[in-house]
């Protein structure tokens, strides 16, 4: 079988998470309780170069996600059957579900981290992923 990846949606969605993810962790928004939960200093700004190489491997990760997310929604579709934008919605919940929220628990729980700390992050992936579905949903394959 070939699975076919709509690939300018995928970088679409990667930049999408750029997008909310700057929008979630603004001062105004959630930036500073996830700052003060986190033990981040947000007057130490990073500087250009380590500024450039987060944002960079960033971009990279979330274009891996969005990659793996359209890969999958594929599989589901041809599975599933449904509207193309519903089974990526419900594969990215399940996909969510299973290995970000999860995972986070488990770290967050044995390293002693707050669970609202836990919340903010895991909610903050779970729109991530739903917005990249989304994009990818309604742009197909």
Do not use: C
Not at 116 to 122: G, Q, S, T
Request: aromatic residues 16%; glycine residues 4%; hydrophobic residues 55%.
């Amino acid at each position: 079988m070939d699975v076919s990846v709509n690939y300018l949606a995928v970088f679409l969605a990667a930049a999408s998470s750029m997008v909310v993810g700057s929008v979630w962790y603004a001062k105004s928004t959630f930036g500073e309780t996830w700052a003060k939960l986190a033990k981040v200093d947000l007057s130490k700004a990073p500087s250009a170069s380590q500024f450039a190489w987060l944002m960079g491997s960033t971009f990279v990760a979330s274009l891996v996600t969005a990659y793996i997310l359209a890969h999958v929604a594929f599989l589901s579709n041809t599975y599933f059957q449904n509207a193309f934008w519903q089974d990526t919605l419900t594969t990215a919940f399940w996909l969510w579900l299973g290995f970000t929220a999860a995972r986070f628990y488990v770290h967050d729980a044995f390293e002693g981290r707050r669970k609202k700390l836990f919340v903010m992050n895991a909610a903050h992936e779970l729109v991530t992923v739903l917005v990249m579905a989304v994009i990818i949903g309604l742009m197909g394959v």
